[in-house]
């Protein structure tokens, strides 16, 4: 038997002489071929490629692919023993008896290191910080087992000669030099995993003597693996020390074919004319590079290039690549054709300047990559581009988690219903149909997602934005029927409650905050449900707690669903601390399979599906039992679980995701080498890639490398040559060359740049141009799409841009720019007036406070939403004026029920609006003495009963020129009258929203009780006013007011309350003074409008859509000249300082 060596620069071509093998030379019908691959993408496309071959009629791609079996196994020894699926000796496994071993040896000489590392065997001392310390210490526990076991592993597949030498008592780097002295705690390490691995699954051989004795058995006969007689292996650029060594022992009793893409058939002649006749050399005494004359394969081959190395020192059987007609018409073919000979660009050759067979986009961060990427593929796709169809296209991106959500955002928008026709698409390529492959269980799977967020809430500080976000997980929703009107109402209860983070004062202990529960769920907790059965004002619910007072009684199952919700996440939060009924422990330390069984528990607790996806659940459960069979018993903290889930729950690639008819987006690996009509790499943004991990400092093959060890920046080097050889027609890069916000210009990844730097001397087309941005094939994007360089005719993408919206925002923007005129009022003329001819005090004090809101709601039905302010996690050690004007608001209003000073600030005392401590009192005392101050005018000894008056008024309207109008019926309850006084009460300063309430309200019980002398009184932190009664012209002025509220239906009426109350009275007293000048009129109400060192009113934002943001004084001068005397001028005729 043989071992075979098939090569080529086209997988296509080594596919049709797997096929051509497979046809002619059949083996035993009973017997299936085996062909192992490195990907599943690979697997998939090698299975649809051989279907045309095999078995296909003369001329005709009709054939099947049956008794074929591709397999993409975890390690080669795992399949030949066919223990794949459950290697003791893989990473994932091995973590277990590493945590073992490492708990065994922490302590003992030698393993001073990690045993400081760890923080093992360190005091309490009592100091905070150092208790801090030692807990994140002891947090990295799994981590460094994790990654000792992942070195292991390593060690096992490219030196398992080290290993064998550690077996034996030997420190040395497995090529005869002995190991640094900081890596000599590794040989008696690994000696004991090795001995709580064998004991754990009752082996009696080691990793390194189980590959021997295979290796042996293979050689000999002995052993016979299930594997037919004859094996291929396709697709690989790089094999293990390990895996070279079964294949050659392999090859001793069974023919074994290795498939090889290799780049250049030119450079491996080269370097097999050079080979060193000893071993294979250390990686810094490797000189294969020189034998690269094309750039591009000296720099981004390394991998192919040592894998050449390995192989020919097997003495394989070489079979020379397949002739084929090479058709070199395309920049990218010259490309290909240059890395194919082994042979450096040339600038003189002819090029044509439009070639868009290889282009680099540059773009504005990952946003509008994605964009550009959508018009690239619509570009391709359009007629007239060779007839390309989506399965001809594939998009690698190195991180697809991160892009993943812009791709779903820019590609899966909905149809958009046509006035006139079908449901149409803003853009094109939103009809593209895209798969994305090797994503996070997270991301397929919500309960995975799930899972580590719950680990990471019951680990922390349980905030309030955690638990809110946790209610709004879409699988939490589905378990406790929160639709997105019952978590705006939660969020609402939330901030009502005012809940920062920690579950009660034994929680806060952990941070050094013990007995302090304000701002905590309990309290929060209680609130809520005592709301449901008593208001704020009840006696009994005063003594305790200061209860949500506003839940409806079709909330009353809202509340106790949210409220069984925060049971379940404080039962889970026990758990891990210890103190709950599934977990108990003194040190947070449970067996694994303890954790396991708590969360598999807790999720079904917390989570629900919909029937169709009842599969989520099996899943996870299987997940998690498989982590708990593998673990056993070891003793994990949350901290461990949290990077156990993490890493175990990362990308995975999927067999059904690739090559299904739509476009595959895939990570660089799955799809290697590929052949795709265009090829697009997405994301090639400096820094990013190659992956530029930390030259981990315990590796021991990374002091000192060897040929064919695996490098990670090197293989993502390979992984960009082998896209560009893939491609057939195109080849696309994406990257971010700008930032989004500075605009600064940003260098592409290296291997790009290297890429870049060859592709502007392929041809002479290519050389024009001394910068980059020069270069026909880079295109620059600019930051928006609505760029009216985006559809000229030299945009970036050939053509100009698919993106019908953006090319009308293009043409308005244009428009503007060359008639920069005012634009055109939010309302043309007056609208129609309104049918009704009743209205209420609440709808006319809603108007004289915001005429534009009013208009927006009360007329067309437009609610402009308000920014809202995140929820704050931090339990606040000061009071802004805001939070303070809310502390003293609700006291005041408790006061005015008739509560006293000192238990209206005791039930904010329960709530926890004050900062903890001392930090709180001198905040109390400040609300305390303003709120004592305004108490005394609010009830008096000698104070008649308070009442209220039912309000119902037909009054008379009638125009400016005095000519009768039609009636009007007036209605509402004017509350608050102590005999003839109208009082009111307000914790800030008595400003135009209070005084043009009480007027409206003072008019009204002056119409209605026309006999009686009434006046009102307006209470509030910097003084007191008083309104008097207008006597018989109340029922007049009020009229008057109401005509103004239907002409305000109409169009939006510009007298915004302060700054047409500054502006009347501005007037007013330039009138009193007799100054005639005009012009200073508006001066007095600027501030106000435009605002100062706060918000002007023009930054509200209902007269930000109507006037726009930053809207002069000037927009509003008409109406304030017009209407703000008539609201405001009687007004201040009966307005004293008290």
């Not at 390690?75 to 008896?97: E, F, K, T, Y």
């Not at 709580?196 to 390194?208: A, C, Q």
Request: charged share 25%; glycine share 8%; net charge negative.
């Amino acid at each position: 038997m043989t071992l075979h060596v098939h090569r080529s620069d086209r997988p296509d071509q080594l596919a049709a002489g797997l096929a051509a093998m497979l046809r002619d030379a059949p083996a035993d019908v009973f017997s299936a071929e085996v062909v192992i691959v490195p990907a599943r993408g690979v697997e998939r496309w090698l299975g649809q490629r051989l279907s045309h071959t095999l078995g296909a009629s003369d001329a005709k791609d009709d054939g099947i692919c049956a008794g074929l079996q591709v397999l993409t196994p975890a390690s080669l020894v795992g399949l030949l023993l066919s223990r794949d699926r459950d290697d003791p000796w893989h990473s994932d496994r091995l973590v277990w008896a590493t945590l073992d071993a490492i708990d065994d040896l922490c302590g003992t000489p030698g393993f001073e290191a990690i045993t400081r590392h760890l923080g093992a065997g360190e005091e309490i001392t009592g100091d905070p910080a150092a208790e801090w310390e030692r807990k994140a210490r002891q947090a990295r526990r799994y981590v460094v087992a994790r990654r000792i076991a992942g070195l292991f592993a390593a060690y096992a597949r490219d030196r398992p000669q080290m290993l064998a030498k550690w077996e034996r008592g030997d420190a040395t780097d497995g090529y005869g030099q002995s190991l640094p002295p900081d890596l000599t705690w590794q040989p008696p390490l690994w000696r004991h995993v090795v001995e709580l691995t064998l004991d754990r699954h009752r082996l009696d051989e080691s990793v390194t003597e189980r590959h021997h004795r295979v290796v042996r058995g293979l050689t000999d006969g002995s052993i016979d693996p299930d594997l037919p007689q004859r094996v291929s292996f396709f697709g690989y650029t790089r094999f293990t020390r390990a895996d070279r060594e079964l294949i050659q022992a392999l090859a001793t009793t069974r023919d074994v074919h290795l498939w090889l893409p290799h780049p250049s058939p030119s450079l491996w002649d080269d370097i097999a004319a050079v080979r060193p006749a000893d071993a294979v050399p250390a990686r810094v005494d490797d000189a294969s590079a020189l034998t690269a004359r094309n750039p591009l394969l000296a720099t981004l081959a390394r991998d192919v290039r040592e894998l050449e190395q390995n192989l020919l020192s097997m003495q394989p059987t070489i079979t020379a690549p397949h002739p084929y007609e090479e058709t070199v018409e395309s920049r990218l073919s010259l490309l290909q054709s240059d890395i194919r000979h082994n042979q450096g660009p040339d600038p003189a050759r002819e090029g044509a300047a439009d070639d868009l067979s290889f282009q680099v986009h540059a773009c504005h961060g990952r946003p509008r990559q994605v964009e550009v990427l959508r018009e690239v593929l619509t570009w391709m796709l359009a007629e007239g581009q060779g007839g390309l169809q989506p399965r001809d296209i594939v998009v690698m991106c190195p991180d697809i988690e991160a892009f993943a959500p812009l791709l779903q955002a820019t590609f899966g928008l909905t149809a958009v219903t046509s006035d006139d026709g079908p449901d149409v698409h803003p853009h094109p390529g939103q009809q593209l149909r895209l798969q994305l492959a090797d994503r996070a269980l997270g991301a397929t799977n919500p309960l995975f997602d799930l899972a580590q967020r719950l680990i990471a809430i019951v680990a922390g500080r349980l905030t309030a934005t955690e638990v809110l976000d946790l209610a709004g997980h879409e699988s939490v929703r589905h378990r406790f029927g929160f639709d997105d009107d019952a978590l705006s109402r939660i969020g609402t209860w939330v901030e009502e409650v005012d809940v920062r983070w920690g579950f009660d004062g034994t929680h806060r202990a952990e941070y050094g905050l013990r007995g302090f529960e304000g701002y905590t769920w309990t309290p929060a907790m209680d609130r809520l449900a005592l709301g449901v059965a008593v208001g704020r004002g009840s006696a009994g619910a005063a003594i305790d707690h200061a209860p949500v007072d506003d839940i409806g009684s079709r909330e009353v199952e809202l509340v106790g669903r949210f409220l069984e919700l925060l049971e379940r996440v404080k039962r889970a939060a026990d758990d891990v601390r210890g103190r709950g009924e599934v977990l108990k422990s003194a040190d947070g330390s449970f067996p694994t399979t303890q954790w396991m069984a708590w969360l598999k528990d807790t999720v079904h607790a917390l989570a629900d599906v919909p029937f169709d996806d009842r599969w989520q659940l099996a899943q996870i459960d299987r997940e998690l039992d498989a982590v708990a069979a593998a673990a056993g018993d070891v003793s994990l903290r949350l901290s461990d679980i949290r990077m156990l889930l993490e890493q175990r729950w990362g990308g995975r690639p999927s067999r059904s995701n690739f090559r299904t008819g739509a476009i595959t987006v895939c990570s660089m690996v799955p799809m290697r080498s590929v052949p795709h009509q265009a090829v697009v790499v997405l994301g090639l943004d400096d820094g990013l890639y190659p992956r530029s991990p930390v030259i981990d400092g315990d590796d021991v093959l990374a002091r000192r490398p060897h040929v064919g060890e695996r490098d990670l920046r090197s293989e993502d080097r390979q992984l960009l040559l082998d896209a560009v050889m893939a491609a057939e027609k195109y080849f696309v890069a994406i990257y971010a060359g700008f930032d989004e916000r500075s605009g600064a210009r940003r260098p592409p990844a290296v291997p790009l740049q290297e890429l870049i730097a060859v592709a502007r001397r392929t041809d002479a087309a290519a050389s024009c141009g001394a910068d980059e941005a020069e270069l026909p094939f880079v295109r620059q994007h600019p930051l928006q799409a609505f760029d009216e360089r985006n559809f000229t005719d030299d945009a970036p993408i050939p053509g100009g841009t698919f993106d019908r919206p953006s090319l009308d925002g293009a043409l308005a923007l244009r428009r503007f720019r060359e008639s920069p005129s005012a634009p055109p009022p939010f309302v043309p003329g007056l609208l129609a007036p309104l049918p009704s001819d009743t209205v209420t005090i609440d709808e006319l004090t809603g108007f004289l406070h915001n005429p534009a809101r009013d208009f927006l709601r009360g007329r067309l039905g437009i609610f402009v939403p308000r920014d809202v302010d995140p929820i704050d996690d931090s339990v606040p050690i000061a009071l802004d004026s805001l939070q303070t004007w809310q502390i003293g608001d609700r006291a005041l209003q408790q006061v005015v029920r008739g509560a006293t000073v000192d238990a209206a600030l005791q039930q904010e005392d329960r709530r926890g609006s004050f900062p903890p401590g001392s930090l709180g009192a001198k905040a109390r005392a400040d609300v305390q003495s303003d709120l004592t101050a305004l108490a005394r005018g609010i009830h008096r000894p000698d104070d008649p009963p308070v009442r209220s008056v039912d309000i119902r008024l037909d009054l008379q309207t009638t125009d400016e020129a005095g000519t009768p109008g039609g009636a009007v019926r007036f209605t509402g309850v004017v509350s608050g009258l102590y005999g003839d006084e109208l009082r009111q009460h307000t914790f800030s300063r008595v400003g135009a929203r209070q005084l043009i309430s009480a007027w409206v309200q003072l008019l009204a019980v002056a119409a209605t009780e026309p006999d009686h002398d009434h006046h009102a009184v307006l209470n509030g932190r910097k003084g007191t006013m008083r309104l008097r009664s207008p006597g018989a012209a109340a029922p007049q002025l009020l009229a008057d007011l109401a005509q103004l509220r239907a002409l305000g239906q109409r169009y939006p009426m510009g007298v915004p309350p302060k700054t047409a109350y500054a502006f009347t009275k501005g007037n007013r007293i330039r009138l009193l003074r007799g100054d005639p000048a005009e012009a200073l009129l508006l001066q007095f109400a600027r501030n106000d409008w435009e605002g100062d060192r706060f918000d002007g009113e023009n930054a509200d934002p209902y007269w930000v859509k109507i006037l726009g943001r930053g809207a002069p004084i000037d927009d509003i001068a008409v109406a304030l000249r017009r209407f703000a005397r008539r609201i405001w001028l009687p007004l201040l005729e009966h307005l004293d300082d008290a």
